[in-house]
């Protein structure tokens, strides 16, 4: 999932240009409305609120079927804010908060899993996967005895990408089918490596389905428990889970999410389909208040110790994902207009864009959308995360 140029998380439906217009004009009568704990005084009330006034933009410039935010200041207030509609069919309107597929951003739970491992010197960072999975990683120029722990969460492993599989060439005929983790690993194993461990950063879900078959190793369990035990049962994530072998919905309100096949196509509904192909690097759903507090709840030391923390933060150049992106161990800083970066990493999966973080004085910003969006649309989706974070 590339910020601003490809999408993280991004099974492949069609090569040409799809997803440029995304809504017919008809839609955009959608209801918009702003809710949450922070009500607006009679002198902010009297000038349009700025996040509320991007998500619109979203909605009505770019096309979008819904737009949902949540916003928590420096003292801790938070913030709902929706735009469009949450169903096309319906015209329902969009759940405040409604859950969503977060795509990518299960890469830095699985991340804090496996530091958490290495707090527990159950893992070393440096170690080569054949430690842990000896023999698993061998390919035309991919040779697990030199990839370390640390190259996977950082993606300078050079493994090849698994979602250019020819299996997801035709994403409708898989929506529903479950695959094994080793069976996408195979489908990448069958490529060429991109370049030699350590030698680059370049971004691939593949660091992230071996470093789940490692999690799975080292602790005797599905990796799905491991987060749910170690994170969102830790730190009270009401509304996010990992989904379970053969589940294909969402469990509480959300607005459904599409796509386009081709640029000129209608609109598919994508809300439900099976997320095992995403696994360790893309399955989970979660809400942007779930999201805000997972990452206000890591970056305030409440999952990680401080060393394994400084770990996660050290980062390398990630300018794929925009000028002056840098990604971490399964975490990302992006600059801020107002000065300053946001640690996050955001996720995508078809139907849903999720971008977000927190900053170091305790704002958090999260923006979802119920498209895939490309361009300069995708742009603007990461300035609205600005537009929240700064205002």
Known sequence: MYARVSPRFRPTLSRGGRRKALLAVTVLTGAVMTTGALLPSAASAARPDAV????????????????????????????????GVGDLGTGAKVPKDGQVRAGSNTKAFTAVVVLQLVAEKKLALDAPVDTYLPGLLRGEGIDGRHITVRQLLQHTSGLPEYMESPVFADFPAVRYRYFE????????LKQEAHFSPGAKWEYSNTNYLVAGLIIQKVTGRPMGEEIDRRIIDRIGLRHTYFPKPGETTLHEPHPKGYEREEADGPLIDYTTMDMSMGWAAGALVSTNSDLDRFYSALLDGELLPPAQLAQMRTTVPAEARGPGVRYGLGLTSTPLS????????????????????VTEDGRAAGIAVTTAPTGAASQRVEAAVDTALCR
Do not use: F, I, K
Not at 61 to 83: C, F, H
Not at 341 to 357: E, I
């Open 52 to 83: 509320q006034s991007s998500l619109n933009a979203l909605v009505a410039d770019d096309r979008m079927p819904a737009a949902l935010a949540s916003v928590t200041d420096r003292e801790g207030r938070t913030r709902n804010y929706t735009a």
């Open 181 to 188: 983790p080793r069976d996408l690993l195979d489908g990448a």
């Open 338 to 357: 107002c000065g300053g970066v946001y640690w996050g990493h955001g996720g995508t999966a078809l139907g849903y864009r999720t971008r977000g973080g």
